[in-house]
């Protein structure tokens, strides 16, 4: 009925919404299966992801598809994605599940220097001497004021920019150690590319972290089971945790409360049998 693009800096997106006055030509779920099947066999973008969902979307960014999803928890970002991939693994090849997404995470790259405290040692550095090597490197250092025209302004002292543009040159930044000597930083280091999220989710004050899922039909108790028996095995350390999301804990509600009904309903003609036989 109405086709509605919302265009953002990081992503698109096209609604498609069906008519509510009149019969569709097809169901939502067989529109989702037609766009997927077009997608697989004629889109190849380098560098685009693209995906189909249902109204469960709204108007966020790829990777939040109609469907449900399981939560990670922990205290550690970095910890909590790496065991939320390592249990979307896990859930790859579960029969009753249509899709599974990427992580919620898609954000920017984070650079992170791994010093080798040992080695550091050995090479007569103190950590804080090589951090604050990098920092003045790459982020700069004040050392002092210049005034012109009464107005001061500051002077740093920082690499130059062709020399701080690449991973590969940060590896190779020389520090001088404590005895005057020059080692390269990755004698004493390892590097490490960290995606770092847009938007941290915390849930009782953890960092929590979705893996978006889609069911095979909507038998979500099918899917429970399915779930927790894979991940049966799966050890987590202390302090994090992984769990269904609320889709599934709203499911389990209601169907506590039908068995409650339910109860109270078979007490009522129990009560009122009892009366008329009296």
Known sequence: ???VAIVSPRFNRLLLILPFD???KYTAQEL????REYIRQNIRWPGITVEVGGEGMGGGPPGMTGGTSIKVRGPDPDQVYEFAELIRQQLLDIPNLKEINPLEREGQNELHVIVDKNLARQYGF????VAMAISYGIRGVPVGQFLSADTPIDIYIQLREADRQSVAQLETMMIQNLRGEYVPLNNIARFKMVPIPEMVRRDNRLITVR?????EGKDLGEVAKSVSKRLAHFRLPTGYSWALGEEFQERNENLATLAKAILLAMILVFLVMTAQFE
Not at 126 to 129: T, V
Not at 211 to 215: C, S, T
């Open 32 to 35: 989702e299966d037609l766009a």
């Open 126 to 129: 103190e950590l804080s001497q």
């Open 1 to 3: 009925d109405t086709v």
């Open 22 to 24: 009149r019969p569709s």
């Open 211 to 215: 893996i978006p899922i889609v069911p």
